[in-house]
C-alpha cells in the first residue's frame, strides 16, 4: 500500500512549456485533489475530483486542467507554464463524504518555471 | 473573511515547555476537525484528528469549541523534533480548509 504517489519530485520549466505532474492513490478513495503551496502561504485548492469523470475547479484554477479517468489517477497539467506557477504541488486524497476521515498527501512536485 | 485563522508565530520554546496553538473558523457548518504537521518543504501528515469532547495523544491534547468555532492544540513538554508547523483544518463535506500554520521551534 503506497498511499499517494506523485512525480516527479522536482521539474524545471521554461516559460510557456507545457507539462503533466503525475498522481495516484491505491486507497480506493473517491475524492483527490490538488493544491499548491507557495512561501509564506497556506495550501490553495486547485482542483478537486469527486469521483471518475467528475472535476470541479478549486480556489486557483486558472492555467491548470485536470482529468480523472480512473479512481486511482488524478494528472494535473500545466498548459503554458509562467513563472507564477513557480510552487509546490501537493495530491491529496480522502474517502468521499465520510465526515470524518482524513486527507492523506502525496510528497509533492517542486516545480521552478524560469 | 479568510475560512482559518491561526497566529503564525513563531513560537519559540524550551525542549520541555508546553505550548498552545489556537485557530478560529469562519464556517459553521464545518462537520470535522483535524491538526496536521508539516516539516520544512515535505507533504502536511495528520497530527490527530479534533472531537467535540477533547481528545489527547500522548502529549498532544486537542479542544474543539463549536459556539466559539475555535479550536486548540496543547503540547506538553515539547521535544526537538516537535519543531515543525502546525496546521489547524476544519473539514466542509469533502473541502479540507488549511491555515497558513503556527510555527514553532523547540530550542535545546
Known amino acids: 500500500n503506497a498511499g499517494v504517489t506523485q512525480t516527479p519530485k522536482f521539474q524545471v520549466l521554461k516559460t510557456g512549456q507545457s507539462m503533466t505532474l503525475q498522481c495516484a492513490q491505491d486507497m480506493n478513495h473517491e475524492y483527490m485533489s490538488w493544491y499548491r503551496q507557495d512561501p509564506g502561504m497556506g495550501l490553495r485548492l486547485i482542483h478537486y475530483s469527486v469521483g471518475a469523470g467528475i472535476t470541479d475547479q478549486g480556489e486557483v484554477p486558472n492555467g491548470y486542467n485536470v482529468s480523472r479517468s480512473t479512481t486511482e489517477d488524478f494528472p494535473l497539467r500545466l498548459l503554458s507554464a509562467a513563472p507564477s506557477q513557480t510552487s509546490v504541488y501537493f495530491c491529496?486524497?480522502?474517502?468521499?463524504?465520510?465526515?470524518?476521515?482524513?486527507?492523506?498527501f502525496g510528497p509533492g512536485t517542486r516545480l521552478t518555471v524560469l | 473573511r479568510k475560512e482559518v485563522e491561526q497566529d503564525p508565530g513563531p513560537f519559540n520554546v524550551p525542549e520541555g515547555a508546553t505550548v498552545a496553538f489556537n485557530c478560529t473558523y469562519s464556517?459553521?457548518?464545518?462537520?470535522?476537525f483535524f491538526w496536521y504537521r508539516q516539516d520544512c518543504r515535505k507533504e502536511p501528515k495528520l497530527l490527530m484528528s479534533?472531537?467535540?469532547s477533547g481528545n489527547e495523544d500522548g502529549r498532544f491534547t486537542a479542544q474543539l469549541n463549536r459556539a466559539s468555532q475555535y479550536i486548540s492544540l496543547l503540547i506538553r513538554d515539547s521535544k526537538l523534533s516537535d519543531s515543525a508547523t502546525y496546521l489547524c483544518v476544519p473539514r466542509t463535506g469533502n473541502q479540507f480548509y488549511f491555515g497558513t500554520g503556527t510555527s514553532l521551534t523547540v530550542i535545546p
Open positions: 491529496a486524497s480522502s474517502r468521499q463524504g465520510a465526515g470524518t476521515d482524513t486527507q492523506y
Open positions: 464556517n459553521s457548518a464545518s462537520q470535522s
Open positions: 479534533v472531537y467535540s
